[in-house]
């Protein structure tokens, strides 16, 4: 197993270091995209409004409880 990164264009995944296969090997691929941030809306993000951050801490907080209850049994 190896992680590989590699550039797509025109339908092609291109491995940016030659790969160790033999002609025909037929391998698994997973994909996993780069962090890039001209797909973030950062200002969205920043502007989270006070019932947002409740209703997370209230279900990081019940997540939490579940963790402990399950740890108890």
Do not use: F
């Amino acid at each position: 197993m190896a992680s590989v990164e590699a550039e797509y264009e025109n339908g092609v995944l291109r491995p940016m270091r030659p790969l160790h296969l033999q002609p025909g090997e037929r391998v698994h691929i997973i994909v996993k995209r780069q962090p890039d941030a001209s797909r973030w809306n950062l200002e969205r993000l920043a502007n989270v409004s006070d019932d947002e951050r409740e209703l997370a801490a209230a279900g990081i907080d019940d997540w939490a409880r579940s963790l402990q209850d399950e740890d108890n049994r």
